[in-house]
């Protein structure tokens, strides 16, 4: 089956710290990947995605995250929390032979001031 | 201004009613999503149209049925209400579909919040 794990429901880290929220994929074939990220009471934005090239993909507000795919993770990254980063993080796939989107259970990042 | 909006935001109804939800994008996007949100923050997709064509269907009940009188609208039918049916209820849109060149971006609508009594 084709799926997505997040396996931390909750992330904690101080503001200026760095920050890693983790995700874990199955899929048949190569997979597509993305990170979205949910304020409260919004619908989900895009951070960031991995096609093909550079296993490390820089996206939107400082985040990064890098396509491992012997371990088939794709963590999300940040260098220096900022509280205003605090959120609900979705790890998404797409498997090349589809045109759905599968998400992850989600993280909830808190950073504390 | 607002890139992918849904009407209404709040939606409160009785069990055995019919009730629909309605998405406009104004992207000029070709492509358009409903998710559900249920109350543990799973996010799953239900179905997507590509220009008024129907893509993804993914196994909900048939008391649910997407419409889409052209490619910037995406309504949602939902017949005879189910108390398991309370959720959020995202509209999202992608320039094409998935696999095409911007494809693989969605946009997504701020959410219907349902909650069937």
């Known amino acids: 089956a084709q799926s997505v794990a997040q396996p931390e429901d909750q992330v904690n880290v101080a503001e200026g710290n760095p920050l890693t929220v983790k995700c874990t994929y199955s899929?048949?074939?190569?997979?597509?990947l993305f990170w979205y990220v949910q304020y409260p009471n919004r619908g989900l934005q895009f951070l960031l995605k991995?096609?093909?090239?550079?296993?490390l993909v820089k996206g939107s507000y400082g985040f990064e995250a890098e396509f491992n795919k012997s371990q088939t993770s794709f963590h999300l990254k940040k260098p220096s929390a900022l509280v205003s980063d605090s959120a609900l993080y979705f790890c998404?796939?797409?498997?090349?032979?589809?045109?759905?989107?599968?998400f992850g259970s989600g993280t909830r990042l808190l950073v504390r001031p | 201004d607002t890139a992918v909006s849904q009407t209404p935001k709040y939606l409160v109804t009785q069990m055995g009613n019919d009730k629909s939800i309605k998405c406009e994008q104004n992207?000029?996007?070709?492509?358009m999503y409903w998710y559900k949100q249920d109350s543990k923050k799973f996010l799953k997709i239900m179905f997507s149209?590509?220009?008024?064509?129907?893509?993804i269907n993914e196994t909900v009940p048939n008391r649910f049925s997407p419409k889409s009188p052209d490619k910037a609208h995406l309504n949602l039918h939902i017949n005879s209400l189910e108390l398991g049916d309370s959720a959020v209820y995202f509209c999202?849109?992608?320039?094409?579909?998935?696999?095409?060149?911007?494809?693989?971006?969605?946009?997504f609508g701020p959410g219907t919040r349902l909650t069937v009594l």
């Open positions: 999202a849109s992608s320039p094409r579909p998935p696999g095409l060149a911007g494809g693989d971006t969605q946009y």
């Open positions: 899929v048949s074939g190569n997979p597509y």
């Open positions: 991995y096609i093909t090239g550079d296993n």
């Open positions: 998404a796939v797409r498997p090349d032979s589809s045109y759905k989107l599968i």
């Open positions: 992207l000029g996007h070709d492509t």
């Open positions: 149209y590509n220009n008024k064509e129907l893509i």
